[in-house]
């Protein structure tokens, strides 16, 4: 099984466009430890993603062709809404 590398994953969440950084990254630190594995592997899938195509689908003017990141981008906006 895959170990998650926290200091990798905060490195990849923060992406140089301040918007996507205060959300992505206290994601990261702050929740991505406690997320289910399955929701681990998503949000790194998710990391893979180009930054316009994630800043769009967290500023929630378009929904991503897969679907399967609709939730982890709902615990992403969740988190920061707290």
Known sequence: MQEFNKHEI????????LELDLLLVPFATE???SLSRPDQMLYVEL?????QDLFTWLMQRSAPDDPRFVPIIRQILAHNNR
């Open 10 to 17: 905060f490195w990849h969440s923060r992406r140089g466009m």
């Open 31 to 33: 929740v991505f430890e």
């Open 47 to 51: 990391l893979e993603e180009e930054d």
